[in-house]
């Protein structure tokens, strides 16, 4: 168990909708990552926050959004979902902004139909 | 940013045999992590390496950072059925890259 909670851990919904994916980070930790694996892919980073602010971005599609809170909790929503959006997200944290160990939560399996 | 390769992206070994895969930048890489991901599991981070010819070893696992800071190996000696999972590099400057991992599988 790293300490990253995700939920939910299954989202199954239709072309167009839209969801959010909710990340609470470890305790003490300040950075949380989002990061996309489509099957048998490797890991696409998305975003980065540290202590509520963006730090970094990847290849974030213009429909998907992130924020994190003055908690540190971090969500990330996903809208006009598409068939290829399906994939595992992982949210990931640690204590600081930049060369530190991430710690990865269990993932939300998210299927669009 | 910077950008890592993975090599190979496959490794099929029987039991006992040693397992190598390989991560190349063409740029200085100002430190790499490595990260192994159990079948159906998240990531888990295994190791950072930040000097120039760093070698450091976790029981049959090896690790290297090339002279150059340009690329990196894990080294499995005697691979067991436990060690089956991708094997990821990454490197975190700005932006945080992965390579693209090397899937080991490991036949009894």
């Known amino acids: 168990d790293s300490g990253v909670t995700q939920t939910p851990k299954h989202l199954i919904t239709a072309t167009g909708q839209r969801v959010t994916l909710r990340c609470s980070p470890r305790?003490?930790?300040?950075?949380v990552y989002w990061y996309q694996q489509s099957l048998d892919q490797g890991l696409q980073f998305l975003i980065q926050?540290?202590?509520?602010?963006?730090?970094a971005k990847g290849n974030i599609l213009e429909r998907f959004s992130a924020q994190q809170f003055p908690d540190l909790h971090s969500e990330l929503n996903l809208s006009s979902l598409e068939l290829g959006d399906s994939a595992l997200y992982f949210c990931?944290?640690?204590?600081?902004?930049?060369?530190?160990?991430?710690?990865f939560g269990p993932g939300t399996r998210l299927t669009v139909l | 940013g910077q950008q890592v390769m993975q090599i190979p992206q496959y490794q099929h070994v029987q039991e006992g045999e040693d397992f190598t895969t390989y991560c190349n930048s063409s740029?200085?890489?100002?430190?790499i992590q490595w990260y192994k991901q159990r079948p159906g599991g998240h990531p888990v981070f295994l190791i950072q390496?930040?000097?120039?010819?760093e070698v450091k070893k976790q029981k049959r696992l090896t690790f290297q950072f090339g002279e150059a800071k340009k690329n990196s190996s894990l080294h499995i000696t005697a691979t067991q059925t436990t060690d089956v999972g991708t094997y990821f590099c990454?490197?975190?400057?700005?932006?945080?890259?992965f390579g693209d991992g090397t899937t080991l599988t490991v036949k009894p």
């Open positions: 990931a944290s640690s204590r600081g902004p930049e060369t530190d160990t991430q710690y």
């Open positions: 305790s003490g930790d300040l950075s």
């Open positions: 926050y540290y202590n509520g602010e963006e730090r």
């Open positions: 740029t200085t890489l100002s430190n």
């Open positions: 390496l930040v000097k120039s010819g």
């Open positions: 990454a490197v975190r400057a700005g932006k945080s890259t």
